[in-house]
Nanobody, 116 residues
């Protein structure tokens, strides 16, 4: 059974940090490009960051460059998103996404709220 389980969300003050984790199971994790998406209320889901299957290539949305870092550990079947200098506009549900050709999976999402 395929599972992507996110954790690490929560409430944080502006300027603070959070680290999201995505635990994968049920598929060959090291074959898959891993991404983090987010969706704020009333807005479309958007790509935040992406990392290639072996971790050699990373891409970021302009809005998070220099603040967020995506990483992965293929030995542990996990992907992470380190979020620093958080802003209120980063408030959203964050989703883990795995893709390999036509095979794609979504996690259930974790809420991140940035507020004082």
């Amino acid at each position: 059974q395929v599972q992507l389980v996110e954790s690490g969300g929560g409430l944080v003050q502006p300027g603070g940090s959070l680290r999201l984790s995505c635990a994968a199971s049920g598929f060959t994790f090291s074959n898959y490009v891993m991404s983090w998406y987010r969706q704020a209320p009333g807005k479309e889901r958007e790509l935040v960051a992406r990392i290639s299957s072996l971790g050699g290539t990373r891409n970021y949305a302009d809005s998070v460059k220099g603040r967020f870092t995506i990483s992965r550990d293929n030995a542990k079947n996990t992907a992470s998103l380190q979020m620093n200098s958080l802003k209120p506009e980063d408030t959203a549900v964050y989703y883990c996404y795995a893709a390999f050709g036509r095979s794609t999976y979504w996690g259930q999402g974790t809420q991140v709220t940035v507020s004082s």
